[in-house]
C-alpha cells in the first residue's frame, strides 16, 4: 500500500481546518499532509474561546482564533510545521484503542526527530495539569525531549475515519504565549512555559528549514509504516469542499468562539449536502 503526501503551503488558520475536515470526508487512501499557518490561534473542540483565549491581546495581534473539530487544548501556531494523518479507520491495522493508535502514529514523528538529530520519546501517562495551553502539558503518548514538550497532537474519529493533526515546534515565543492565554495558573506564566516547552531551533541550537523538516517527517512515516509514498494535490472535489466549510463553518463566529453554537453549526453542517 502506498499513502498520498499533500503540501498546501501556509494558509489561513479558516481554510486548514477546512482542508482537514474536507481531506477526512473524501479519504480513501491513507493521506499525509503537511502545511504552515499564518499566525493563529486553534482551540479544542471543548473548549470556549472566551473563557481560554485573551481575546482583545489576540486581536491586538492581529490573530484569529479558529475551533477544532478535534479535542485538546489551545496552541499559537506559528513557527511550526502541522502534519495531518488522515486514513480509513481499518487500514494500516491500527488498534481500536485511541491512545494505542496515537502510540503507533506518534512512533512516526519520533523517526522524523531522529533523523534531524533529536531523541525524542513518547509520554506515557497524561498530566493532570489546568492550563488552557496545548504545549503546556502532556497527553498519551506525545513527545518530550529531556522531558519538554516539542510535539503535541489531537484525534478524532469520524464516520469511520481517522483525523490525527499535531504540531512540531521549529521555535516557540514565550512571552507571546503567556500572554494570549487566560489563566490564574503560575504554570502558565513565561519563566515556568521555558522549563516545560522546547522547540527544534533550542535542541539544535541552529535554525532547520520547513523543507529539511517536511522531507524528515515523510521519511519518518515511510520507516514507520513500511510504505512508499507519492505527492498528490487536493482533489477537485477536496478543493470545492474545503472553500464551502473555510466560508460556512471555520471563519464563522458562531463556530469559534461558542462552544454550544459550535455544537449547533457542527449539526447544522453535517446535514448539508456536499
Not at 477546512?18 to 473548549?47: K, M, V
Not at 497532537?153 to 481517522?162: C, V, Y
Not at 478543493?239 to 469559534?256: I, V
Amino acid at each position: 500500500m502506498e499513502f498520498r503526501v499533500i503540501h498546501t503551503g501556509k494558509n489561513s488558520a479558516f481554510t486548514n481546518m477546512a482542508i482537514d475536515e474536507a481531506i477526512l470526508t473524501h479519504c480513501q487512501i491513507p493521506t499525509l499532509r503537511l502545511y504552515q499557518w499564518q499566525p493563529s490561534i486553534s482551540i479544542g473542540y471543548n473548549q470556549d474561546a472566551n473563557n481560554e483565549i485573551n481575546i482583545n491581546k489576540s486581536k491586538r495581534y492581529k490573530i484569529p482564533i479558529v475551533r477544532r473539530i478535534t479535542g485538546g487544548k489551545a496552541i499559537l501556531h506559528d513557527k511550526e510545521l502541522t502534519y495531518s494523518f488522515i486514513l480509513p479507520q481499518d487500514s494500516l491495522s491500527l488498534p481500536q484503542s485511541i491512545a494505542e493508535s496515537y502510540r503507533i502514529i506518534a512512533k512516526a514523528l519520533v523517526n522524523a526527530f531522529g533523523i534531524i538529530g533529536i531523541k525524542a520519546e513518547l509520554k506515557k501517562q497524561p498530566e493532570k495539569i489546568s492550563t488552557p495551553i496545548c504545549f503546556n502539558s502532556s497527553n498519551w503518548y506525545e513527545l518530550l525531549v529531556n522531558n519538554k514538550k516539542i510535539s503535541g497532537s489531537a484525534q478524532r474519529r469520524l464516520n469511520g475515519m481517522i483525523l490525527q493533526h499535531g504540531s512540531l515546534l521549529i521555535d516557540f515565543d514565550y512571552e507571546k504565549n503567556a500572554s494570549l492565554f487566560k489563566s490564574s495558573q503560575i504554570i502558565d506564566n513565561t519563566e515556568s512555559l521555558k522549563k516545560r516547552i522546547t522547540s527544534i531551533k533550542k535542541e539544535l541550537n541552529k535554525d532547520i528549514s520547513y523543507k529539511e523538516l517536511a522531507a524528515a517527517v515523510i521519511l519518518g512515516f515511510q520507516r514507520n509504516f513500511n510504505m512508499q509514498y507519492y505527492n498528490d494535490p487536493l482533489t477537485h472535489e477536496e478543493l470545492k469542499l474545503a472553500n464551502k466549510l473555510s466560508h460556512e463553518k471555520y471563519s464563522t463566529d458562531s463556530w469559534n468562539l461558542s462552544k454550544n453554537d459550535a455544537t449547533k453549526t457542527e449539526k447544522l453542517i453535517n446535514t448539508l449536502n456536499f
